[in-house]
């Protein structure tokens, strides 16, 4: 299996700046999409941000130009670098990646593993 752990999570005023991180574990064979989601209660889970093998990265319109996504494939770690936070940004965040394990890979499944979520808070 594979495990996320996340670190970074707090409460930041409005406009300032929160860095998170992931990192994955476990038997991992290989990984190839990390990213993060995050979820406010009573709403579904939404992307916020992802990056490929190949760097390709994908950003929810609420937050472009104000997050970036970055990953270190030697340390399977992802990292979110958010600025100019928004009281809309309060959420709880998850990191999600998508892969093998190499149990999964045996049996041909690729699978989605998520971290067990870290709040962000923004202060208005």
């Known amino acids: 299996q594979v495990q996320l752990v996340e670190s970074g999570g707090g409460l930041v005023q409005t406009g300032g700046s929160l860095g998170l991180s992931c990192a994955a574990s476990?038997?991992?064979?290989?990984?190839?999409?990390m990213g993060w989601h995050r979820q406010v209660p009573g709403k579904p889970r939404e992307l916020v941000a992802s990056i490929t093998t190949g760097d390709t990265t994908d950003y929810a319109d609420s937050v472009k130009g104000r997050f970036t996504i970055s990953r270190d494939d030697a340390k399977n770690t992802v990292y979110l670098q958010m600025s100019s936070l928004k009281p809309e940004d309060t959420a709880v965040y998850y990191c999600?990646?998508?892969?093998?394990?190499?149990?999964?890979?045996?049996?041909?499944?690729?699978?989605?593993?998520w971290g067990q979520g870290t709040q962000v808070t923004v202060s208005s």
């Open positions: 999600h990646a998508k892969g093998f394990s190499y149990t999964d890979y045996v049996e041909g499944y690729e699978k989605d593993y």
């Open positions: 476990g038997s991992i064979f290989s990984i190839d999409v």
